[in-house]
């Protein structure tokens, strides 16, 4: 059964850096991207980027580039998704899920139960 | 790169079929068949229940279904059920250069 556990709420204020970690099991590791979206409030989903576990290649949304920055570590079975230079309007609902990329079809099949990051001064 | 453009609302009786719609452009819904839908409930997590354009997952009831005209996605739900009531998300790949995945804006069922 696949399961994709996320870290917990963080509350952060404007300027600082926050990471949200998400635990894959159930499936073989190595064999499916992760990707990261986020909802912010009332809103709708956006698309931030994915990761390839197995050798670490990445693709951000131009719009984050800069602030986001995902690794992976196979020997623990985690993502990682750290945004920096973090604003008020970041302010979010972040999930991670497996796919997103052409290796599934751009789809994401199993979500994480996502991590709200609020920030505020 | 512009969200996919969905109805902000739509609503149906128990029983009846409803159509979401999903317009994109060229570069996304209607260059390629990655398109994708997505049921989220308040306050829980998306859930896939259409991909290439028209597949469903394991364990989807097949009331839902999807298809494609040109840039338009539909996503149909047949015998509507009062569980169905949620927000509906469409998205596609795009040959954008700014991302991969576009979402639409969300649409909101009502059961009435």
């Known amino acids: 059964q696949v399961h994709l556990v996320q870290s917990g709420a963080e509350v952060k204020k404007p300027g600082a850096s926050v990471k949200v970690s998400c635990k894959a099991s159930?499936?073989?590791?190595?064999?499916?991207?992760v990707s990261w979206v986020r909802q912010a409030p009332g809103q709708g989903l956006e698309w931030m980027g994915w990761?390839?576990?197995?050798?670490?290649?990445?693709n951000y949304a131009q719009r984050l580039q800069g602030r986001v920055t995902m690794t992976t570590d196979t020997s623990t079975r985690t993502t990682s998704m750290e945004l920096r230079s973090l604003r008020s309007d970041d302010t979010a609902v972040y999930y991670c899920?497996?796919?997103?990329?052409?290796?599934?079809?751009?789809?994401?099949?199993?979500w994480g139960q996502g991590t709200l990051v609020s920030v505020s001064s | 790169q512009s969200a996919l453009t969905q109805p902000a609302s739509v609503s149906g009786s128990p029983g009846q079929s409803i159509t979401i719609s999903c317009t994109g452009t060229s570069s996304d819904v209607g260059g390629y068949n990655y398109v994708s839908w997505y049921q989220q409930h308040p306050g829980k997590v998306p859930k896939l229940i259409i991909y290439d354009v028209s597949n469903r997952p394991s364990g989807v009831s097949n009331r839902f279904s999807g298809s494609k005209s040109g840039n338009t996605a539909s996503l149909t739900i047949s015998g509507l059920q009062a569980e169905d009531e949620a927000d509906y998300y469409c998205s596609s790949y795009t040959s954008s250069s700014t991302l991969d995945v576009v979402f639409g804006g969300g649409t909101k069922l009502t059961v009435l």
């Open positions: 899920a497996r796919g997103g990329t052409h290796r599934s079809g751009w789809s994401f099949d199993y």
């Open positions: 990761i390839t576990p197995y050798n670490g290649n990445t």
């Open positions: 159930g499936y073989t590791f190595t064999t499916y991207d």
